[in-house]
């Protein structure tokens, strides 16, 4: 069992109704695609195309930034707000589909776009995976 | 004028026709949130009565957050995307508002939460017109 | 191999003579830590002794931001700086240092301290293995 | 007096000896060098020129996470903690210094690299002298 899980069985209040791995599987998809997302714009900032590439780093610090925050809001269970995890889940869900968008155009150039890529659409549905589970 | 302003006059293209006032003030509001925010769930860690402000210290996280990313797509203006810029503003007005409306219960009893509200309202309103402004 | 792996394995350019396991590892450790720290602060929120855990909470929270931001830097090649390196993962280290401590006193009563102290170490250790073989 | 000010004297116990106005002013520099340094390393993804920008979009990108970071730890007075202070202070004064001297670089062509500098150099000594005032 990830540490995610673990910390999630150790929170001392009940959860509510929540789809406890789909919660799992968001919060780690969160942080494995911020992740991602500051290593390929770095990666893009070392290529010889770089000039290319603009709107991939672009688009994926602003996906890095939104995905942390979103692992964050879902790491928390105290005072549970569903507006304000819906928007967030909203917003992660449409960066990682713009970050996924503009990776895709390059994955048959570059590695790390391929792999950001694949993160970002992994990461987009586990947004709407529980989204969807919220009702 | 401030640091915020002139930095994105010297944006070296074309801003489209964003409302500058707006996004300057927008900015603004969101990285004087998040420090407010941040400030104020500590304070609330060190009330005596800090059993009754943990919906507060939790609000007051997921603000900090959200507003720090919100700043930070806000000063970004390479290969601008609607979607993403519309669906941060949104979950960053849904935060603010909560944070808003936590505080407001606690602003007679701790000054902190009196300026913390003011400036989640001011962040709350900055966010929804510069939403209106994009049209 | 785990996405950060790859990711690194990705990069374009030479890695200098860094030791790729040693950061692979603490990479994984950082984001791992900021995770835990978020959901450590927050259980700790839903604790009827929360009183108590004031000082954990505050420490959590330095320790994730700090964690985050580590990630954040290692996760970058380009331009390789030692200087900010270094001084990163010195903050790190100490900062897991002091949240593990913490969690350690409130270890036998809380199972999320009991994680939370083992992943500080875990980061702690990754940020002290990566620094010495920096030489 | 600023809100980072109004919060600081809203702070419900004992500061300690800490130096109240270099406290304040280094929390202030903190948040506007994150904010000017994101805007800078975007700012350089638009400019003609990006190939020779990509070590200060890189140390501005470093230089954005760590002043937040420490913005945010700086903001935390609950269980003050020399130790972590300390190592804060000294990464983001590092950081600020390289960050500075890449900006520098690139003032006489940029006008963002010019303010990034000034602001760099600002947030550095601000950190500078509030290490210095901690004795």
């Known amino acids: 069992m990830s540490v995610v ?12 109704k929540v789809d406890r791995d789909k919660l799992v599987a968001c919060v780690e998809a969160c942080i494995e695609c911020a992740q ?7 990666a893009d900032l070392s290529e010889s195309d770089v000039a290319e590439l603009t709107k ?3 688009t994926c610090l602003d996906c890095a930034d939104i995905c942390e925050t979103t692992g964050r809001v879902l790491s928390r269970h105290t005072a549970y707000d569903a507006n304000v995890t819906r928007s967030v889940l909203e917003a992660c869900a449409t960066t ?10 390059h994955a048959p150039h570059h590695a790390h776009c391929r792999l950001c890529e694949e993160v970002c659409r992994r990461c987009e549905h586990a947004c709407r995976d529980l989204l969807d589970s919220l009702g």
């Open 5 to 16: 899980a673990q910390l999630l069985d150790a929170y001392p209040k009940d959860l509510g």
């Open 36 to 42: 991602a997302c500051t290593a390929c714009a770095d």
């Open 56 to 58: 991939c780093i672009r």
């Open 96 to 105: 990682c589909r713009a970050s996924g968008d503009e990776c895709h155009r």
